[in-house]
């Protein structure tokens, strides 16, 4: 079983950055991709940024490339979200998700609301 906690959400200014974390906790073999999704009011769950555990490869959806990195602290269990350059549109509620073929371990989600 995997545990994960979201923290870092709030409210910010266009232009301005946040730094969403990560505690991931429970056993999460080497090979486990972790991930950054955010789901904005009357829109899908949409894939943001993600990583492999055991590799450090990450992976990001176009609408985020050069504005967001995502990081992870194997030694803390921890994975970052650094958000820069933020737009209104990507204010949502973001997850942090865990797993390997898919994603089967999600957070609860923190709010991310980007001002005009």
């Known amino acids: 079983q995997v545990q994960l906690v979201e923290s870092g959400g709030g409210l910010v200014q266009a232009g301005g950055s946040l730094r969403l974390s990560c505690a991931v906790s429970?056993?999460?073999?080497?090979?486990?991709?972790i991930g950054w999704f955010r789901q904005a009011p009357e829109k899908e769950r949409e894939f943001v940024a993600g990583?492999?555990?055991?590799?450090?490869?990450?992976y990001y959806a176009d609408s985020v490339k050069g504005r967001f990195t995502i990081s992870g602290n194997n030694a803390k269990n921890t994975v970052h979200l650094q958000m820069n350059s933020l737009k209104p549109e990507d204010t949502a509620v973001y997850y942090c998700a865990a797993g390997q073929a898919i994603y089967g371990y999600w957070g609860q989600g923190t709010q991310v609301t980007v001002s005009s």
């Open positions: 429970g056993r999460t073999p080497s090979n486990y991709n």
């Open positions: 990583i492999r555990w055991s590799s450090g490869s990450t």
